[in-house]
């Protein structure tokens, strides 16, 4: 039963389908220890882009008002998609390297603690 | 001639018992069609024992004398400009959050609980929830005539109602009652009699009642003064079902358990609000979210939960979690705020150094350790110019809809991330409790209306935010919302009290 409910078989509507996001799809992403930036965010975005998109242009409009991102080594940083380590491909497109609707992207800059070393 | 003069308890006999109908063409399945598809089992009505013996005559005569009362105090704090006498403008911001946070809540309860008041198949229980659903309409109308002079001297409260239904933050509790209001008459009353209004109560209306009265605020207190007595009967109504479903039958427990666990942890979340309206939000302050939390859930839940031990129920789930966030959740939430002032209908701000130092005096585990140099940077953004405003939506939780400010007690600067799949989809949430709830019905939450993901569908107004935050929330762009520094709400308290407003004083010194 996946739901109590007084009719059989209710099935609720999914206000979140892809297809409801004109050709977008969601794409989460959260700087691990940074919280001066108090969530992950929430961008839409074709899932036709290249990685490289998101690292050269979300990324930063999120995230470059932290005094410690022009120090970031994107080299060093750790990936996870969806809670599992990942090697981000720079010029596949996000569909191709299995970032689908709704997932979840993180980055960890070892060596970079946020503000103080306080992890914000 | 027998004596025509019948005490209390005859009276509410009659109205109960005695007015009931026989059912006798029509099935009684037909007639309660809600009763039995959550899986409760009630064996015997009868055996429900009445909370309160109430009768109608008697409600009205007390309550309009209750309200005459309270109606006088708020001509006088009208005539008296009892808005002049809060300690700071800053406080009338709790109030804000009150209307239109929590006051639509009881318009929702009135509806919910009108709503079971026909379902149950028991008199005694209809009659009760009935009489509970005016006070909780009662209390919106008090609650708006409490809160109504401020509006003439402050901005962010003329679209309350309108903002319920859309903003992103009051999404939080709307979405909290819909989901009770959407589930079967015995989770309504385990959600809201139960759970909201007896255990989780005292963390709810003690710190804004206590606040009004550490701040000045005499019209809100007056109304805590006044809602009290209908709190009392609210309290014994919830402990009454819960224990009257218990004893009904052993199966029951687990399904009570079940909802214990998910309406704690959902109180919980929604009362996030009210830990940082405590932390921040008053000028004066009456204890921190930590030392309320310990007072009137640790220790209270602890002595009700020994005692429904006997019929089988445990400690809730997820309390754990709860107790270990205690040091953490005012200062995240606060953040959160602070991160979307410009999306908020009221103010935010940076502590100023007396109060940062009532924080880690208060907090010694974790305010300075984790969230002082992360203020003092905001601050020294602000000094230069640059207040910080995120420029980005956060992600949300799909069941309790708070952006995903949360973090892992075992690694408290790391996010909690918890993820589903369901029919193919992904769920992100903020906690194993929101994640359960998901999971135990899923196709409840797969509606859920987030509001980041509603804008980017293109449901909330124009592309630009400033037309969803201007149109489509109503927020009166640059007067209702960003920081409270430099606000027309500073400005007016300032001309009132002849003061200065810190920048003028800092250019004065330089």
């Known amino acids: 039963m996946a739901v109590a ?52 242009e979300l990324i930063p409009g999120a995230f470059s008002l932290h005094p410690e991102f022009g120090e970031i080594d994107w080299d060093e940083v750790q990936w996870h998609l969806n ?33 103080k070393g306080c992890g914000s | 001639m027998s004596n025509r003069k019948l005490n209390l308890k005859d009276k509410y006999r009659l109205l109960t018992r005695d007015l009931e109908w026989e059912y006798s063409y029509r099935d009684y399945e037909e007639i309660f069609k809600q009763e039995s598809f959550e899986g409760i089992k009630i064996t015997d009505w009868s055996k429900w024992e009445d909370p309160f013996r109430l009768t109608m005559d008697s409600y009205w005569k007390y309550q309009a004398e209750k309200e005459k009362k309270l109606y006088a105090i708020f001509d ?78 402050f901005d962010g409260f003329q679209e309350f109602p309108h903002m319920h239904d859309r903003v992103w933050y009051l999404s939080v509790p709307k979405s909290f009652f819909d989901d009770a209001r959407s589930a079967g008459p015995f989770e309504f009353m385990v959600a809201i009699g139960f759970s909201f209004e007896y255990v989780l109560t005292n963390l709810l209306f003690v710190p804004f009642m206590s606040g009004a009265a550490y701040n000045g605020d005499m019209a809100t207190v007056t109304f805590g003064f006044s809602a009290q007595s209908d709190e009392a009967r609210h309290m014994t109504l919830g402990l009454e079902i819960i224990k009257f ?52 859930f640790e220790e209270a839940a602890t002595s009700l939960f020994k005692d429904l031990a006997r019929y089988g129920i445990e400690m809730p789930a997820y309390a754990a979690t709860a107790i270990e966030e205690k040091e953490h959740l005012s200062h995240q939430a606060w953040s ?11 103010h935010t701000w940076m502590p100023t150094d007396q109060e940062m130092d009532w924080l880690s005096e208060k907090y010694p585990n974790t305010f300075d350790k984790y969230y002082r140099p992360r203020y003092e940077k905001w601050r020294e953004m602000e000094e230069a110019g640059e207040r910080y405003y995120n420029p980005t939506l956060p992600m949300l939780c799909q069941t309790c809809q708070i952006p995903m400010g949360f973090t892992d007690m075992e690694n408290p600067t790391l996010t909690s991330y918890r993820q589903s799949e369901y029919d193919g989809e992904r769920y992100n949430f903020c906690s194993d409790g929101c994640k359960d709830i998901f999971d135990h019905e899923p ?3 797969v509606q859920s209306w987030l509001p980041v993901h509603q804008i980017y569908q293109g449901n909330c107004g124009g592309a630009e935010m400033e037309d969803v935050l201007g149109e489509y929330y109503r927020i009166n762009l640059g007067v209702d919302n960003l920081d409270f520094h430099g606000s027309p709400d500073e400005e007016r308290w300032n001309a009132w009290h002849n003061l200065q407003p810190a920048e003028d004083k800092l250019k004065e010194a330089s």
Not at chain 2, 79 to 106: H, M
Not at chain 2, 273 to 282: F, H, P, Q, S, W
Not at chain 2, 336 to 346: L, V
């Open chain 1, 5 to 56: 409910a007084i009719t059989e078989n209710y099935v609720g509507e999914r206000l979140d389908r892809v297809e409801n996001f004109h050709g977008n799809q969601v794409l989460y992403i959260g700087w691990d220890h940074h919280l001066m930036f108090c969530a992950p965010v929430a961008f839409p975005v074709s899932p036709q882009a290249p990685f490289r998109q998101v690292l050269e």
């Open chain 1, 83 to 115: 809670g599992e380590p990942f090697t981000p491909d720079m010029d596949a497109t996000l569909a191709e390297q299995g970032i689908d609707h709704k997932s979840a992207v993180r980055f960890a800059t070892p060596g970079l603690n946020g503000i």
């Open chain 2, 76 to 153: 006088a704090f009208a005539q008296n400009n009892g808005q002049q006498n809060v300690t700071d403008a800053r406080y009338v911001n709790a109030i804000k959050l009150f209307l239109t946070g929590v006051s639509p809540l009881e318009y929702q309860a009135y509806n919910g609980f009108a709503h079971v008041g026909r379902q149950f198949g028991g008199v005694g229980a209809r009659v009760a929830c009935q009489m509970q659903s005016l006070d909780e309409l009662r209390h919106v109308q008090t609650q708006i005539h409490a809160m109504s002079h401020y509006n003439k001297h």
């Open chain 2, 245 to 296: 479903m218990l004893e009904q039958h052993e199966d029951n427990v687990p399904i009570v358990q079940r909802w214990i666990n998910k309406w704690l942890w959902r109180g919980y979340r929604v009362l996030t609000l009210v830990a940082m309206m405590m932390d921040y939000m008053l000028p004066n302050k009456v204890m921190s979210w930590q030392e309320s939390f310990e007072v009137y």
């Open chain 2, 336 to 346: 959160i705020f602070y991160n979307y002032g410009h999306a908020a209908a009221f």
């Open chain 2, 443 to 445: 196709e409840k939450y």
